[in-house]
């Protein structure tokens, strides 16, 4: 299952700070105080990979799509090392590497994901523009009674059309199940006037919310 972009986001700000924290580590008191790195080992190159492959997979950016995976320690000093010393250690150096490439994978996914709701924040207000218009146009259709009955069908399959680009733009799994497709067929034009007129205020009503929220 593709995971979302925010999720993926959480858990590249959570590795970072780990590794942050374990970088940084320091023991002592005041002017004793010296660096004492927690030495973490390869698993947090198997996350950042594993996050990576999770990134590309839910993102076209290009940028991203480019990003290489990183290598594993090809040799991991002993204790009597003297590669083992705080700075020279390659292991801390990994631990860097990492660090930096999780805070510019979560930096290029950051831009894309505003980049996104900005976007869909247009198209809300586009779709809140137009499911103005049709609920504007309702009013006419019902004064013309029987007559108007054929204008009924074309207003409810531009309702669906727009309901269609609303479930598209908008990530709410709740609005899949509070607003479905009116049906075209049926005798009744006056009932299909009173659904269609429903659907288009309850519709209506939560985007100017969404939007609201989003703003």
């Not at 993926?8 to 700000?13: H, I, N, T, V, W």
């Not at 390869?42 to 594993?50: E, L, P």
């Not at 309702?159 to 899949?176: F, H, I, S, W």
């Amino acid at each position: 299952m593709q995971i979302d972009l925010s999720t993926l986001m959480e858990l590249l700000q959570n590795l970072y700070q780990e590794l942050k924290t374990c970088i940084e580590h320091k023991i002592g008191d005041g002017a004793f105080e010296v660096a004492d790195p927690i030495w973490l080992g390869d698993f947090i190159v198997d996350a950042y990979n594993s996050y990576l492959v999770a990134a590309k997979t839910a993102c076209d950016h290009p940028v991203i799509q480019g990003f290489p995976e990183i290598e594993k320690l090809a040799y991991v000093a002993h204790e009597a090392d003297d590669t083992k010393r705080v700075g020279k250690n390659p292991r801390l150096h990994k631990m860097h590497e990492v660090a930096f490439a999780t805070k510019q994978l979560a930096t290029i996914l950051e831009g894309d994901i505003r980049a996104r709701e900005s976007k869909a924040h247009s198209e809300i207000v586009g779709l809140t523009m137009l499911l103005e218009n049709l609920g504007q146009q309702l009013p006419h259709i019902q004064a013309i009674g029987e007559e108007g009955g054929q204008s009924v069908q074309p207003l409810v399959a531009e309702y669906n059309r727009y309901l269609g680009m609303v479930l598209e733009t908008v990530d709410d799994p709740v609005l899949a199940k509070l607003f479905r497709p009116l049906e075209l067929d049926g005798d009744d034009s006056h009932k299909k006037l009173s659904e269609l007129r429903l659907a288009q205020s309850g519709l209506l009503s939560y985007l100017r919310k969404t939007h609201e929220r989003s703003g």
